[in-house]
């Protein structure tokens, strides 16, 4: 038996049905994502209905949908009708999932949800069935061919299913302007919360631990202030406070390699680098990243409002802060 041929097969069937399905959204789509704007915007919430593998998929898609801001409940068809129904509020808007459009033990529940107040969306394989028929929007995921050899188990429907309920929630994304930072406040434990969320200022090295001097200072008292503070830069700051150099053990190394001796002694001024890359205290981690990276720099100055230096991020702080 050919494993890798019967694979792309079922692949291939797959990606048939997904391009069908493609091929015939219309208007219906732009309704559906028009009712569930409607009633999110009012505080209603997205309730998905299914049984089964499309209960199964509800839950992914639920899942989904509160990841990007539109909050969403999966309802068991059965516990509706002892009792949690209760969840369900008038402006709600209800993905009601089945591909024949028959299942009993949702019909069971549509009047009810109907009586509710809810507004019904049937993503179902059979626009004329008792589902869409009682249903305020149609989104129809015919197939012609299950991937299933012997055309029985759910297969092309169920990703046809899955990939509408997709296309949904992130043309809803899209429809209330939901950004990327919205998307971090949602997942603060994420390597995206980390990067969209921290501030320069969370992480920069201040008090005791920034040195900051004068172009004036001898490099000698510089580099005890530095090993006293352990960091590899001092930031150098003209009479009134602003920003006018950066002074880093790099910087040491190079004079001290093309100078005479007695460099201990020189001014710093003489070796800083002069405009340095900065950052404002109120910036992105993605920001200081890109900074960082682009300049390819290892200490990057953090200033405040007034341009004057706050603080210094090195690029050991992003590792301790896990950004990395």
């Keep these: ?15 048939s049905e997904l391009q069908r399905l493609h091929d015939r959204v219309d208007e219906s789509f732009t309704a559906a994502v028009e009712l569930l704007k409607g009633g999110v915007s009012q505080n209603g919430k997205i309730v ?11 839950s992914k898609l639920a899942a989904t949908f509160n990841s990007t ?15 949690d129904l209760g969840l369900v509020d008038k402006g709600d808007a209800v993905i009601a999932l089945s591909y024949s459009g028959e299942t009993r033990e949702l019909l069971s529940i549509v009047p009810h949800l109907k009586r509710r107040g809810a507004q019904i969306i049937a993503v179902t394989g059979n626009a004329e069935s008792a589902l869409a028929k009682h249903a305020d929007c149609i989104l129809n995921i015919e197939v012609e061919r299950e991937a299933c050899p012997l055309n029985l188990a759910p297969t092309s429907s169920t990703t046809n299913t899955l990939a509408l309920g997709d296309a949904l929630a992130m043309v809803l994304l899209e429809a209330r302007g939901f950004e990327k930072e919205n998307f ?11 990067i969209l969320l921290t501030k320069a200022s969370d992480i920069m090295r201040s008090g005791k631990d920034l040195v900051i001097t004068t172009k004036e200072t001898p490099i000698r008292d510089v580099l005890r202030e530095m090993t006293a503070a352990r960091t590899g830069a001092a930031v150098v700051v003209d009479p009134t406070g602003i920003l006018g150099g950066i002074f880093t053990q790099g910087d040491f190394t190079r004079a001290f390699q093309s100078s005479d001796e007695g460099i201990a002694n020189r001014e710093v001024g003489d070796f800083m680098t002069v405009n340095p890359i900065a950052a404002g205290a109120d910036q992105l981690v993605g920001e200081v990243l890109k900074l960082l990276e682009e300049h390819r720099i290892d200490d990057l100055v953090v200033l405040d409002s007034d341009g ?3 603080g210094i991020i090195d690029t050991q702080d992003l590792t301790r802060v896990r950004v990395f």
């Design 1 to 15: 038996m050919d494993y890798i041929a019967k694979a792309k097969r079922v692949l291939s069937l797959e990606i």
């Design 48 to 58: 998905i209905v299914g049984v089964g593998k499309s209960g199964n998929i509800g």
């Design 69 to 83: 801001g539109a909050p969403s409940v999966v309802l068991n068809c059965q516990d509706a009708l002892h009792g």
């Design 184 to 194: 971090a406040e949602l997942h603060p434990g994420g390597a995206l919360g980390h």
């Design 308 to 310: 004057k230096p706050v």
